[in-house]
């Protein structure tokens, strides 16, 4: 069922498709992109005071390694989404970043303080 979820999230896209950010449009992307996410329930992923969930242990229960699990998955289709609503340019430019919270405050700090 979870894999299912995971190819949902994926292929929501295709449903919703937003213009590509270049930058000049990058409010009217960032307001699109924050629907899209909170309607796929990841958006969760790019708030700053999110605590990051511990390292595995073997005590951990198996309550807290689904959630690990959710995370990892939840954040890897977030920075999926948001890279692949960039231009080409600024693909090239953030596809090394690996945190889509890194990359959303890189691409807020470069184009909300142009503005």
């Not at 979870?2 to 937003?18: H, I, P, S, T």
């Not at 329930?41 to 690990?68: A, G, W």
């Not at 989404?81 to 890189?106: C, G, P, Q, V």
Request: some cysteine.
């Amino acid at each position: 069922m979870e894999g299912e979820k995971m190819a949902y999230k994926m292929m929501n896209q295709d449903f919703v498709r937003l213009d590509k950010c270049d930058g000049s449009n990058f409010i009217r992307w960032q307001d699109k992109m924050k629907f899209l996410l909170t309607a796929l329930k990841i958006f969760y992923v790019l708030d700053p005071n999110l605590q990051p969930i511990m390292d595995s242990t073997p005590q951990d229960t198996e309550q807290l390694k689904q959630q690990r699990i959710k995370r990892e998955e939840d954040e890897l289709v977030c920075r999926g989404h948001i890279l692949n609503t960039l231009s080409d340019r600024l693909y090239d430019l953030f596809t090394t970043m690996t945190s889509s919270k890194e990359i959303w405050k890189a691409l807020m700090t470069k184009y909300k303080t142009e503005k």
